[in-house]
């Protein structure tokens, strides 16, 4: 097969579609792969092109070579809209997507005809997302830290520690979701030493975390009476809630943000399928908050790109199987290893996922259905 590698080129966006030692595990399991990756891919986290080389890989001057070139293209996020005219019908795209929050792309899409696999919908083995996961945590450690960060006089916040001082209390910190970017967040800010919550609709799963039973979190049923105890004076608030391939509900209103301190900070990192903060909008690495409701907001959906090389390691190990038995086996195959048959979201013009389809009026088509007609 004749895989690619482009660059990417969302704002501030520095991870690869794999690392040079996955590379060299894709080549070698079957040396008659073609693997192209642009020139200095990896240079920004570290990866030289001679790193690629010596794995197997050919270097192309341009992202246009790549994709022309390429059968099989490897991205780790979404195309943008300058890439949309590289999509074609005999085309295997592996990517994220978060096309619940594109309306272009999905239409893109449909028009390109191109077999789109999305690594953020694969269920996984064991139905824990592993791809998604793997980013996830990357996400809530660093929204975590971002948070103190942001809390300093001169971002225009607080002018506090999170974890207090002698005589001086800490932050008060209200996690909405307590899957991976919840925990891992709420993780960093015991260690901190902030005043933790957690609200979440599945309290008898958080029950038994540790930070749960030591009493190092508190944790709440999320409804709109738990959103006001917690919010109640607090400092920070992180937006962690995921609904798989849908917008994400707006949970926090104004009117619960107007309980927090001001100069406090909201960071949703929902905000990549819409936000479940009323008052979020997408921002970018270069242009990252802005104040509503006397509240520092941090909006980028790409958080991972500047964590990049322990993002692209994390995401090359765990999408690595998908990608080897889409290269081996193809990708009708691949769909059938346990939990990834969630992973197509487009083929032949159509879209595969139903809540996606519905959303946008675009076409759908059941992935079952073209299993079957393989068998």
Not at 116 to 138: K, Q, R, W
Not at 140 to 155: C, E
Not at 220 to 240: F, K, P, T
Not at 296 to 306: L, Q, S
Request: aromatic fraction near 6%.
């Amino acid at each position: 097969m004749i895989i690619g590698i482009p660059k990417e080129i969302m704002n501030h966006e520095h991870r690869v579609g794999l690392i040079p030692s996955d590379v060299k595990i894709l080549k070698n399991s079957n040396p008659l792969h073609e693997i192209y990756i642009e020139n200095g891919l990896g240079n920004s986290i570290g990866y030289s092109n001679e790193d690629y080389e010596q794995a197997g890989a050919k270097i192309l001057k341009s992202a246009k070579e790549v994709w022309q070139k390429a059968e099989f293209i490897i991205k780790c996020k979404e195309p943008v809209e300058s890439e949309y005219q590289y999509l074609h019908k005999d085309m295997i795209l592996y990517s994220f997507l978060d096309l619940a929050y594109s309306k272009s792309l999905a239409q893109a899409l449909v028009d390109s005809q191109v077999t789109s696999i999305c690594g953020e919908t694969i269920s996984g083995p064991n139905g824990d997302y592993p791809i998604l996961a793997a980013m996830s945590e990357v996400t809530g450690k660093f929204v975590a830290q971002h948070a103190a960060t942001l809390l300093s006089t001169n971002y225009g916040g607080r002018g506090i520690l999170v974890g207090g001082c002698a005589g001086v209390q800490p932050a008060r910190a209200v996690i909405v979701g307590g899957g991976v970017v919840g925990i891992n967040a709420a993780k960093v800010l015991v260690g901190m030493g902030a005043d933790v919550w957690i609200l979440d609709i599945n309290t008898q799963k958080l029950s038994t975390h540790p930070l749960v039973i030591d009493n190092k979190i508190k944790l709440l049923y999320s409804n709109d009476e738990s959103i006001r105890i917690a919010l109640q004076n607090a400092d920070i608030l992180i937006g962690a809630i995921l609904v798989t391939a849908n917008a994400t509900p707006k949970i926090i209103t104004r009117e619960h943000l107007r309980l927090m301190n001001k100069g406090g900070v909201v960071l949703d990192v929902s905000v990549d399928l819409g936000g479940c903060v009323e008052t979020s909008r997408q921002t970018t690495h270069d242009d990252s908050i802005y104040i509503e409701e006397g509240l520092i907001h941090y909006g980028v959906p790409n958080i991972p790109g500047v964590i990049a090389r322990t993002s692209s390691i994390t995401y090359s190990y765990e999408s690595l199987p998908y990608i080897l038995a889409i290269a081996n086996h193809g990708w009708k195959e691949m769909l059938q290893m346990k939990g990834a048959m969630s992973g197509l979201n487009a083929y032949n013009g159509k879209i595969a996922l139903e809540s996606i389809a519905k959303a946008f009026a675009l076409p759908y088509i059941d992935t079952q259905t073209i299993i079957n007609s393989n068998n």
